[in-house]
């Protein structure tokens, strides 16, 4: 009998990560997806590494945040204690809640971190540094297929460092040129997740890596991704695109996601974003002729 049968969209639950350097928004934008899948600030878990910094987020008015769930966590950073951590918050929240892990990095470099558990691996009599890789290596998978296999939504963190390379520069001599940013893991991690989002310091996220439809998302994170991602990983439902320039319609200060696309296709006949709809329509007023007067 075989194994090959017709392929068909099954629901899944979001497997992501938000990479970032220091100041980028990466928590907020985590618990905005969160809130957006969840609509429900108690079924959203926060494990925190950064020295409780998460707590800043918690009932702010200013930002529409709520009272999430949440744990602190401090040094060792080992896997073991994560895993524990990941287990817990996720039988806590339920199969339709969101654990976020902020952040994944102390994980791998801090103390308790994989790294530490090679070192430790390799002063044993016996081995080496080389050797020691195999054996600190399982608890780094062990560590990212237990986010990956609990029943309910993940979102991880993980801190960015700038990566160069020696090139030749334009006088003929080599140089240091940046070539991006690297987070701080494994350099293998990001595969292993559905979506990575590449937020910058102005607080833009971009993909780069997507099995979903944001391969052109290129905005700053709201509740509304998390609302889009949950419609398109339960129903299958791909989000409205913008007519003009191709990227996903979001909701838009006191906008709603149908507001503005009811407006746009009511004045222009199609389907806008609200910074087209606005540039297409104040065009449109611009050139109209003027009306005379009986």
């Given at each position: 009998?075989?194994?090959?049968?017709?392929?068909?969209?099954?629901?899944?639950?979001?497997?992501?990560?938000?990479?970032?350097?220091?100041?980028?928004?990466?928590t907020?934008?985590?618990?905005?997806?969160a809130?957006?899948?969840?609509?429900?600030?108690?079924?959203i878990?926060?494990?925190?590494?950064?020295?409780?910094?998460?707590?800043f987020?918690?009932d702010?008015s200013d930002?529409?945040?709520?009272?999430?769930?949440?744990?602190p966590?401090s040094?060792?950073?080992?896997?073991?204690?994560?895993?524990?951590?990941?287990?817990?918050?996720?039988?806590?929240?339920g199969?339709?809640g969101?654990?976020?892990?902020?952040?994944?990095?102390?994980?791998?470099n801090?103390?308790?971190?994989?790294?530490?558990?090679?070192?430790?691996?390799?002063?044993?009599?016996?081995?080496n540094?080389?050797?020691?890789?195999?054996?600190?290596g399982?608890?780094?998978?062990?560590?990212?297929?237990?986010?990956?296999?609990v029943?309910?939504?993940?979102?991880?963190?993980?801190?960015?460092?700038m990566?160069?390379?020696?090139?030749?520069?334009?006088?003929?001599?080599?140089?240091?040129?940046?070539?991006?940013?690297?987070?701080?893991?494994?350099?293998?991690t990001?595969?292993?997740?559905?979506?990575?989002?590449?937020?910058?310091?102005?607080?833009?996220?971009?993909?780069?890596?997507?099995?979903?439809?944001?391969?052109?998302?290129?905005?700053?994170?709201?509740?509304?991704?998390?609302?889009?991602?949950?419609?398109?990983?339960?129903?299958?439902?791909?989000?409205?695109?913008?007519?003009?320039c191709?990227?996903?319609?979001?909701?838009?200060k006191?906008?709603?996601v149908?507001q503005?696309?009811?407006a746009?296709?009511?004045?222009?006949?199609?389907?806008?974003?609200?910074?087209?709809y606005?540039?297409?329509?104040?065009?449109?007023?611009?050139?109209?002729?003027?009306?005379?007067?009986?």
């Amino acid at each position: 009998m075989s194994l090959f049968e017709k392929v068909t969209r099954k629901k899944a639950k979001l497997r992501l990560a938000l990479t970032g350097v220091s100041g980028a928004g990466k928590t907020l934008s985590a618990l905005y997806i969160a809130f957006g899948i969840t609509g429900d600030w108690s079924k959203i878990a926060l494990i925190d590494t950064e020295h409780e910094r998460a707590r800043f987020y918690a009932d702010r008015s200013d930002l529409g945040t709520g009272s999430f769930l949440y744990a602190p966590f401090s040094p060792p950073y080992s896997p073991d204690r994560y895993k524990q951590l990941v287990q817990e918050a996720a039988g806590i929240v339920g199969s339709d809640g969101v654990v976020i892990v902020d952040s994944l990095s102390h994980a791998w470099n801090n103390e308790g971190g994989v790294l530490d558990i090679k070192e430790k691996i390799a002063n044993q009599q016996g081995k080496n540094s080389y050797t020691a890789w195999s054996e600190a290596g399982k608890y780094q998978n062990d560590l990212i297929n237990t986010i990956l296999a609990v029943d309910c939504h993940t979102i991880v963190t993980m801190r960015s460092k700038m990566e160069y390379a020696m090139q030749e520069n334009e006088r003929g001599k080599i140089a240091p040129v940046k070539i991006g940013l690297a987070p701080v893991q494994r350099e293998d991690t990001e595969y292993e997740f559905d979506i990575v989002l590449n937020i910058g310091r102005d607080h833009t996220a971009t993909a780069s890596k997507d099995t979903t439809f944001l391969d052109k998302f290129g905005q700053v994170i709201t509740p509304e991704l998390g609302v889009q991602l949950k419609n398109w990983l339960s129903d299958g439902a791909d989000p409205e695109r913008c007519e003009t320039c191709g990227k996903i319609i979001t909701a838009k200060k006191s906008k709603t996601v149908e507001q503005i696309i009811a407006a746009s296709t009511k004045a222009l006949n199609k389907k806008c974003c609200y910074d087209c709809y606005a540039k297409e329509y104040r065009e449109m007023k611009a050139n109209a002729p003027a009306t005379v007067p009986d």
